[in-house]
């Protein structure tokens, strides 16, 4: 048999020092006594450890039952809003129409937030979130990246009959750059376009709506992108110069609104060049009337951004018209002279943000308008990135339907902003418990409401995702109504039409 190598060694010596594994008797007593509480010291530390494990159940207890409470309020106040109105009453707001499109810059009534203002800037909100709900994402389609609808159906379609608003007008984008993740693009080679994109629309108040707001409101609405936040962050490195002085703006936002092409479908004439003519157009009709007529802008995200370029043409152009911009989630667009260039021509602009979201900080994260302060050492730098206007910031925590972990893009989604808005009265008081707007908006195209309320995430899309049974019970695409078709023929032909009439 083998022997091991690792044997012990039989020295004697060894033997003797073998340690003993019990403690000594005067140890072994002192462990008894701490053991079976006879010690003084040892019951007051189980007291104690008692008393502390007591308090601690307690507490947990305690916050349980009080989620479990907040969850069922939450529930219960969802449920109570079922058989309610989604809007707030339309009060006339003639006599404050221009306190509430900005004149005195909404000082006193922003924080706390008027209900007249409140109303106005979900109304706004509406036009920018219906740039999203009316455009087709679908890259199996071949109109991918256009409207689902034609202009006259627009509002129909997604339920704003009671805007007291008529579509005039679409506008249609291009960009000269490299910007992925904007321009959506059919997989399919046989599409409406390959360079352009459904980008917004032109609208106008009706008479009674006119008669309410106390003007004839004529609205841009600007489509952004809900793209990862990185994108606005790489393009923070170019600013190009816009007019004669030293105003500049990022490079790929204009782009955007300046591109146009000979050979393009939709953009032998730039956005800014459509939007422009439109809004040209009513405001000569409108002011031979003898109304008064208001430019009001909105947009959510990079839409905000092209609200501003907007906004800084029409000054140019009609320094008379009371300008105003409502962006939501907008990214910086410009440097400190473009900024105060808006400011001198009058331009108004009312950003909502969120503050939670990242993209309001982009570009200019680090370089930003917080350098001001070292302008005397330093002087005015030209390439620093700056927000413009007054702001509005709310805040998921503040409401009682919203997860509060991390979603970026939840955060970044302007139904989320919206429903914060409806839900806001002041910086220092709670959400809005009586607010009017569906909650159940928020999970359209995200997953923000707590599971409690049995809101599926990501809910808004076609039935089926567009498929539909033909006569033979196969599934299959159908074929868009022709009247929805987009067509640079048929463009033409309504932008004519609008040369004679104003609606």
Not at 105 to 125: Q, S
Request: a neutral charge.
């Amino acid at each position: 048999m083998a022997t091991s190598n690792f044997s012990l060694p039989r020295n004697n010596h060894l033997r003797t020092a073998h340690i003993s594994r019990r403690p000594p008797p005067s140890v072994a007593a002192s462990f008894q006594d701490f053991k079976i509480g006879k010690n003084p010291a040892s019951k007051r530390a189980v007291k104690l450890a008692e008393s502390i494990s007591h308090m601690l159940n307690l507490q947990i207890e305690k916050t349980i039952q009080k989620s479990i409470e907040t969850s069922n309020s939450n529930v219960s106040s969802f449920k109570e809003k079922h058989d309610t109105p989604t809007t707030s009453p339309k009060e006339n707001i003639s006599s404050k129409w221009r306190e509430i499109h900005g004149s005195g810059d909404w000082d006193g009534i922003l924080d706390p937030l008027h209900p007249w203002l409140r109303r106005e800037i979900v109304k706004y909100g509406e036009f920018a979130q219906a740039t999203y709900d009316a455009f087709d994402f679908d890259s199996y389609s071949e109109f991918c990246g256009s409207c689902r609808y034609n202009r006259s159906r627009l509002f129909e379609k997604l339920g704003l009959t009671t805007s007291g608003y008529a579509v005039t007008k679409y506008i249609y984008a291009m960009s000269q750059i490299d910007l992925p993740q904007w321009l959506e693009k059919s997989r399919l080679v046989d599409s409406w376009s390959s360079d352009s994109n459904w980008i917004g629309f032109v609208a106008v108040s009706d008479d009674a709506e006119s008669e309410r707001i106390g003007r004839r409101d004529i609205v841009v609405s600007w489509r952004g992108t809900v793209a990862p936040a990185e994108w606005y962050d790489n393009m923070q490195s170019d600013l190009e110069p816009i007019g004669q002085g030293d105003s500049k703006v990022e490079r790929g936002f204009l782009s955007i609104y300046a591109s146009k092409c000979d050979t393009s479908r939709y953009n032998t004439s730039s956005a800014s060049e459509q939007v422009m003519t439109e809004v040209k157009r009513l405001i000569n009709h409108y002011n031979k009337l003898g109304q008064k007529v208001s430019l009001t802008i909105t947009g959510h995200s990079l839409g905000g951004a092209l609200g501003l370029l907007n906004a800084y043409e029409a000054a140019k152009n009609f320094p008379a018209l009371p300008i105003s911009v409502l962006s939501f989630a907008a990214p910086r667009v410009g440097n400190i002279a473009f900024r105060d260039e808006l400011y001198q021509m009058g331009v108004k602009t009312l950003r909502v943000t969120l503050k939670q979201d990242v993209v309001p900080r982009m570009p200019g994260i680090v370089f930003n308008e917080g350098l001001q302060r070292f302008d005397d050492i330093t002087g005015t730098l030209e390439w620093v990135y700056t927000h413009v206007g007054v702001e509005l910031k709310v805040d998921v925590r503040s409401s009682p339907y919203l997860k509060k972990g991390l979603n970026l893009i939840g955060f970044h989604m302007l139904e989320t902003y919206l429903h914060l808005v409806d839900g806001y009265h002041s910086s220092n008081s709670g959400f809005r418990m009586d607010s009017k707007r569906d909650v159940a908006l928020v999970n359209k195209d995200c997953d923000m409401l707590v599971d409690e309320l049995r809101i599926p995430p990501n809910w808004y899309q076609l039935a089926n995702k567009g498929l539909v049974q033909n006569h033979h019970g196969r599934w299959v695409k159908p074929e868009r109504d022709p009247e929805d078709i987009p067509s640079p023929t048929a463009e033409s032909h309504a932008n004519a039409i609008n040369m004679l009439l104003p609606n």
